[in-house]
């Protein structure tokens, strides 16, 4: 296949074009940088607002998989949350635009969305069909609403594109857990074996999440599956109390004990971590209904086991994903 992933070098997007590369996929890795860090991949600039040369490789292309915005992992400021809606809501209109002018348009059209569109909520888990959107939940922060508020626009963008050739999937993509450098494993495994991995707030807040693997797999199996489209979420099928998720992740690696924080003490664990409260506090309770109705098969279902699998791989210099 030739795959087209437009924002392709941050951190999800190494893991997927490595993997595809290295199966011989053609993957061409729309960039505002001058070259990436995969020899078998090609970059080709854009700016991820308006039309250029680039639109050419959608042209004949199997598969866009548009990742392209701006990382939530950073402090909420107005400018912060103003960047990442125009990297989101510019980069899909832009690409679905290549698509509606391509003479041979891609199959389909993988767009990445997130779960965060889903409420706060502890009582139940949210699947594609029955799930609660979120932006006004009572007793959460206001500002959490213009998160929800930006994948709204996000997805809304993907369906107004006028692609009837092109089938379209918007990926809800939870905490996606995978060893690679700058991601969020990375990141609590460094707390947790800093004896900072205890449970935030009370800890009854829910953490979804998918194993690197299971996502790789889960963007294959879309890929083939033409009766699916729309709305689908990339989530294992066991989200989990966040203070069980830290438990967990404590056993996994070998650290007997990890300090409590407060909320307020959250707050400052953020701000000097220059992201947002929001990723440690909102309960994200969130389950892969489509997917597992079309057949998929989760080889990490359980946060337990991939912990172990995730720990163990990172502390070996050489990595894989299957």
């Known amino acids: 296949m030739k795959v087209v992933i437009p924002g392709g070098t941050g951190h999800l997007g190494r893991v997927l074009s490595r993997v595809l590369a290295a199966r011989g996929d053609e993957v061409v890795v729309l960039t505002r940088r001058e070259a990436g860090p995969e020899p078998s991949v090609r970059y080709v600039r854009w700016d991820g607002r308006s039309a250029g040369p680039w639109t050419g490789e959608i042209d004949g292309c199997d598969v866009v998989l548009n990742l392209a915005g701006r990382s939530v992992n950073c402090r909420y400021t107005k400018e912060n949350l103003r960047e990442m809606w125009n990297s989101r809501i510019d980069s899909a209109r832009v690409v679905g635009g290549a698509i509606e002018r ?11 969305s997130t779960a965060t569109i889903y409420a706060h909520r502890h009582d139940a888990p949210n699947d594609e069909t029955t799930g609660i959107l979120g932006g006004d939940e009572p007793g959460v922060p206001p500002y959490w609403a213009y998160s929800v508020d930006i994948a ?9 594109a006028d692609t009837p050739r092109t089938r379209k999937v918007a990926l809800r993509t939870a905490m996606v857990m995978s060893p690679e450098p700058g991601g969020a494993f990375e990141m609590l495994l460094r707390l947790t074996r800093l004896g900072l991995g205890g449970p935030v707030a009370g800890g009854a807040q829910y953490m979804s999440w998918i194993h690197e693997d299971d996502l790789v797999r889960a963007i294959d199996f879309l890929v083939t599956r033409d009766e699916v489209s729309g709305p689908v979420n990339l989530a294992a099928p066991e989200p989990l109390p966040y203070r069980e998720f830290l438990r967990a992740l404590r056993a996994a690696a070998g650290v007997p004990f990890g300090l409590p924080a407060t909320r307020w003490m959250a707050g400052i664990g953020a701000f000097v971590l220059r992201s947002d409260p929001e990723l440690l506090l909102k309960s994200r309770r969130v389950v892969p209904g489509r997917l597992l109705e079309a057949g998929f098969a989760f080889e990490y279902p359980a946060w337990s086991a991939a912990a172990e699998d995730l720990v163990r791989r990172s502390r070996s210099p050489l990595r894989t994903v299957s």
């Open 152 to 160: 709204r626009a996000w997805e809304r963008e993907q369906e107004r």
């Open 102 to 112: 391509a003479a041979r348009p891609p199959g389909v059209w993988l767009q990445m």
